[in-house]
Each structure stands twice: as C-alpha cells, then as structure tokens.
C-alpha cells in the first residue's frame, strides 16, 4: 500500500530546551495542550485510524468475539471483604455496563445489589469499597469517565440510604475502620491529583459535616494506606506503591505521638499487628523477602526482631495472619505458590494449586489478595487458560475449593509452556507460550509478544480471554484461535524474582528491560516459531512505554506494534503533579546524571528521520492521569513524519482514562482496537473458535 495521508502536523524545529548541556528538541510540544487546534488534529487522527481498522474485512467478527471471550470468562464474582456475617463484593449485573456492589449474608447465596454506579449518571464507576467491622455501613469511592479521582460516599447495608457526607480527592483511597464502627482513617488529597498528588492522612466521624482536617504528618507521597490493630490500638501508616514502607504508628490508647516503625530501614515492607508486634514481610537483608516479627516499643532496635520466615529461593509476596498461622503467597519461577506456617513451631503445609498460575491480581506488595472469614481464607486465582475465579482455603480441614461451579471456558486445546533464554548481557529470563496444541512449531507463525518490566509488580500469568478489571494481560483469545502464538516474558523492572530482578530494570538500569524484550524477539526467532515479518509487540502503561521503545530502538525486529497508554516523553511527562512521583521509578530528567540515560530510550527523542519503523498503533486514554494522552499524540506526530515505510502509524484517542473505572463497551473496544491492528498486519482470518478449530 502507499504512504497513507496523515493529517497535516505542523512542526516547530525551534523549541529547544537545554538541560545540563543536552540540546533537547522537542517540535511537537504545541501537541501537549488541549487547544482547539490539538483536538480538531487529535479528530483528525481518529478518522484516519478507524479508517484504516475498517478495511480490514475481519473487524467486526472480531469485535464479536473479543466480547464473547471477555463475557464468557468474567461470570464470576470478586473476593468479597466480610463485615458482621455480611460479605460485600463486586461483580457484574445483567445487562449493566459497570460492576456493582452485592452484598450477603455470609452463608447464604442469597445477594442484593447495594450500590449500582449503573444507576449513577453516564460515566459513573465504583472504585473501591471498605465495610465496617460489623458490616453495618461501607464506605465507597465513585469517580466519572475512567478519571479515577474519587468521592468516598457511605451507605447503610441494611437500608441502601446513602449517608450526606461527601469526601473529596479520595482517589486509590485505603480506609482503616474503627473496631466500634464510629468512623475511620483514610488516605486523601488537598485538592485533585492534577493540582496536587500528595495524599494526606485524615479522620472522619460518622455524621460529622466539618471541613476536613488532616493529620499534621506529612508523608509527600500519592499513596499512603492507614492500618490499625484488630483492637484499635495502634495506627500505622504504610507510605509508597512501588516501594511500600511500614513506616510509622503511634499508640492511640495513649494518645502517644507518631513512632518510626520501619522507616529508614532499607528494601520494602507490609505487615500486620500480632498483639504488641508487627508482622513485616521486608526485603530489607532479603532481597526475595522474609518476615520478621517486630516489637513495637523496641522496632527501631533490630536485635529484638525475630525472624519468623527466612529468606528462600521462592519469592515472598503476601501474607495474611489467621489463627496463629500464616497464609504465604510466593512466587516461584514466575507463577504462584500457596504455603501455610504455623507461629509456634515453624510447621508448614503447602497448598497445591490449580495449575501454573497467579494468586495476585497486578498490584503493589502492599495490596494483600487474601480476605479472611474465620479459619477461612479467600483469595482468586487464575491460569493463562483458566478465568479468575475466587477459591476458598479451609485452614481446619485442609481443603482447597473454588467458591463457585460455574463452568468455565474449555480451553483444554491449548498448550502452555515455559521457555528461558539469555538476555545481551547473560541474565537468565523467563517467557511463557500459549497456543493451539496443534501447531507446529517447527513453523513460523504469526506472533504476540507481550511485556511489562516494571514498578516491582507481576502482571502475568493471567488469563488469555482477558478481564473485566483491566488487567495487565489482554484479551487475546482470538488471536491464539486463529493460529498465533502469545508469548509473555517475565522481563527484569518486575519483582518475578525478587528485589533485584526489579532493581535491575529502573532508573539508570532500564535498558535491561528493553533489551530483555529484543531477547525474547530474537529467540522466537532463533527457535524458528516466528519470524521478523510475522512477530508483534505489545504492551500498556509501562509495557506502553516498553513498546515504543522497541519501535524506536528495534524497527528492524517487528512487523507491528501497539502501545497502549503510553508514557513517550521522558523529559517532559514528570511536570504534571500526579507523574512528579514516577522519578522513583525511571530517575529524575532534572538530575545531571540520570538525565542521559532517559534520553537514550525516551522514545520522542529517538526517532530518527528515514527509517522504515513498523506499523504502529497508539492508544490512549482521554482522561489519563498517570499517562496523558498528549504523550501518544507527539510520538504519532514523529514517526508519521519520519518513517520511509508504507506501513501505518496510527493514533486513536479511546473513552476513558488509564483503565479503571471503564464501561464493558469501552473494554471490548480497547481490546478489539489492539488486536484487530495486530491480526490485520499479520494477515490473521477469525476463527469461530465453537466452531471452525
């Protein structure tokens, strides 16, 4: 095909900013407003892309079946969080675009609907919910149109009546209930997170109408999560995502002022109270995590901690404290293991767990999977073949059981295998395959890699039909049904194996994690399963900026590749207020040392005029907040601009924001948008996978 139309981008080769002695252009920076003159060319690009998706004859089949793999494999429900003998958790609502609230009694199946964002005005979704100890109220965040700044409402369980208090900026909210259910701590903001991110810690008192006063420490982070003792004693504050620290606490029943708990100590940590004692699994002195009891009237003296579970080869990721036992979520080669310790002899018991797969949902070391109701412990589990479905572990009777019988999809078909090989400089990494048990693999085939590498989280395995929940992994059904080959590698900026895998893919070591992923290319590949002009890359968020990367980096190593909300600037994308706390994560432009290293992969300042780059499709969110969308517009404009090759460079603008809080049509669409891009430059036909396998 020739060179497609793109709409007329004006260049402005002027703007130069220079920063400890680098010259950095920036052309597009007119692009970064919201102008009428942005949107009409922002319109502009929109029709060029459905334009181009359109011709493609296979687009609707397509659409039709990301949504039937997505609806197939999402029927259940979440973990539910228990209050009283109540058990609230969401899920889906027939014919509802958005999940809801159910409540029920904890031994019953019989549920009602509490709170509805279906019924809350277009754009309404429901973030996060807290119950009270007795289940008699829970607090609720609500946000509008993906933008995830929420207001914490309250409702009665029992009435529905939605209590008047409406608290504000109370986006990714942790909320500590009091044991009497008189009121609670929360993590809010001063304002919204594009004026100002920090989040403060605050009290509320049911009833009480006052302005809100937050508490005078001051943590300067955007995520901090209170946690009191089961008795209501101590109050502790967890401060970071990425890098969580069970930081501070102070002694409520004495009114005692604000105490270090493992704050200043190296490596990260979360915990629970056990009486006078914290719990705290900590990568301090264990780089795959150990737990350490911690007096609380001696935490700053390390010789009267006692190490409960040592360092192994297995990577501790969460615990939850159950009748003097613990309920162990480790990671062991890249997938899941269950393990139950007993506190007064050290005795273990491990869990088998269905298939090679995940306990965690992607998240911080801090967001525990486990939900406790007596002596059992809850938690969802999912394969690349298998949906989340929520299990329950029996500690008494030893027995582990999916909490529900719905069948779920047979994908029996497919084969799942784990391969490692070498990255550029010898480290060891891991990929996972899945695809058609009746491919040769002799042969190449049209090829999906996949990857995250990034912020100590996990996002795979996950299961191949995608989430409801905007999960890392993505509908991909599809594709492995019509002959491809999913490939997802376990790249170095993740916490798969540890501290130091996620040490060595940040800040000034970040090229590891690209090149990990040219690696993983390059040994499809050399195995023959693939071939350059039949391989795919994709990625979102983090993995977003990993995709634009390869496409700038390695234009000669794909056919076609999607970024999905994308971080592409890495001079400029830190001055909005919510970004100034991704320097942890990729280093400081304004630091003389660290500003060279984000200029050698910053994608904008890495495309280079005359070369031939792959197809390319770039998706954002219009109400990001943690990848603004003017990042995608800048690095369409470049490589549009730049490229000598025939294939498109696409950018689309999607409804929503990063992910969360998005309406089932909006999912399918995102999803269906990636993969019909990528089946249309492999060449790929759907199949009805009921009918024509």
């Not at 807290?130 to 009665?156: C, K, M, R, W």
């Not at 706390?581 to 500003?595: F, K, N, R, V």
Request: net charge negative.
């Amino acid at each position: 095909m020739s060179r497609l139309p793109y709409p007329l981008t004006r260049r402005d080769d002027d703007v130069v900013q220079v920063l400890h002695g680098h010259e950095v252009r920036d052309p597009y920076r007119w692009l970064e407003a919201d102008s009428p003159e942005v949107k009409a060319w922002e319109a502009a690009q929109n029709a060029l892309a459905e334009a181009v998706l359109g011709i493609w004859p296979e687009r609707d089949r397509l659409y039709r079946a990301v949504r039937d793999a997505l609806l197939r494999g999402n029927v259940g429900s979440a973990v539910p969080s228990f209050g009283g003998n109540l058990a609230f958790r969401l899920g889906p609502k027939p014919g509802g675009q958005y999940p809801v609230l159910w409540v029920s009694e904890a031994d019953s199946r019989a549920q009602w609907v509490l709170v509805d964002p279906n019924q809350m005005g277009e754009g309404a979704a429901l973030d996060w919910f807290y119950p009270s100890p007795n289940g008699e109220y829970v607090a609720y965040g609500v946000s509008h149109q993906g933008d995830e700044q929420s207001v914490l409402h309250i409702a009665e369980t029992r009435t529905g009546r939605v209590l008047p208090e409406r608290l504000f900026h109370t986006s990714f909210a942790r909320l500590a209930w009091l044991p009497d259910c008189s009121g609670f701590y929360y993590s809010g903001g001063m304002a919204s997170d594009l004026e100002d991110a920090e989040k403060r810690l605050f009290f509320h008192r049911l009833g009480e109408v006052t302005a809100r006063r937050p508490e005078p420490i001051r943590f300067h982070d955007p995520y901090i999560s209170p946690q009191l003792s089961p008795d209501g004693r101590y109050l502790m504050v967890n401060v970071g995502w990425e890098r969580p620290c069970a930081a501070y606490y102070k002694d409520l029943a004495t009114g005692g002022s604000w105490r270090p708990l493992l704050r200043g100590k190296p490596g990260e940590s979360y915990g629970a109270f056990d009486g006078d004692r914290f719990l705290a699994l900590t990568t301090y002195g264990a780089p795959r995590g150990r737990i350490v009891a911690v007096p609380l009237a001696t935490a700053q003296d390390e010789s009267t901690w006692e190490e409960i579970v040592p360092e192994s080869e297995a990577v501790l990721r969460h615990f939850a404290l159950v009748n003097g036992r613990l309920a162990i979520s480790e990671l062991w080669n890249a997938h899941s293991r269950l393990r139950i310790r007993w506190l007064t002899d050290g005795s273990e018991r491990t869990v088998p767990l269905p298939g090679m797969g995940l306990i965690e949902a992607a998240g911080a070391l801090d967001c525990c999977p486990f939900s406790v109701c007596g002596q059992t412990i809850y938690f969802e589990y999912t394969t690349f073949t298998t949906p989340p479905r929520v299990y329950r572990y029996d500690l008494a009777a030893d027995s582990l059981e999916p909490e529900s019988t719905d069948a779920a999809p047979d994908l029996s078909h497919l084969r799942v295998q784990q391969l490692f090989y070498p990255s550029r400089d010898g480290a060891r990494v891991s990929m996972y395959l899945v695809h058609r048990a009746d491919l040769d693999l002799s042969q190449p085939h049209p090829t999906l890699l996949h990857g995250y590498g990034g912020w100590n989280i996990i996002a795979a395995p996950g299961y191949v039909g995608g989430t409801l929940g905007g999960a890392y992994v993505r509908c991909v059904l599809p594709f492995i049904e019509a002959g491809g080959i999913y490939a997802y590698a376990n790249l170095r900026g993740g916490c798969e194996y540890g501290r130091d895998w996620w040490q060595a893919g940040r800040r000034e070591t970040k090229q590891n994690t690209f090149d990990d992923l040219y690696a993983a290319a390059e040994h499809l590949i050399r195995l023959g399963v693939t071939a350059p002009d039949r391989l795919a890359v994709r990625g979102a968020s983090n993995g977003g900026l990993l995709a634009a990367v390869a496409v700038t980096q390695r234009p000669d190593l794909f056919r076609a590749a999607v970024c999905e909300v994308p971080l592409t600037d890495m001079v400029r994308a830190f001055n909005a207020p919510y970004l100034a706390y991704y320097t942890e994560e990729y280093g400081d432009p304004q630091d003389p040392a660290l500003l060279p290293v984000l200029l050698a992969y910053s994608p904008v300042h890495n495309v280079r005029e005359g070369l031939r780059y792959p197809a390319t499709l770039i998706l954002c969110g219009s109400s990001d907040i943690r990848c603004q969308p003017w990042n995608g517009r800048k690095l369409a404009a470049l490589l549009q601009q730049a490229t000598s090759s025939e294939e498109p460079v696409l950018f689309k603008v999607l409804y929503g924001g990063h992910g969360p809080g998005l309406p089932l049509d909006a999912i399918v669409e995102r999803h269906a948008a990636a993969l019909a891009f990528i089946m249309q430059q492999l060449g790929m036909t759907v199949l009805d996978a009921a009918h024509e396998r």
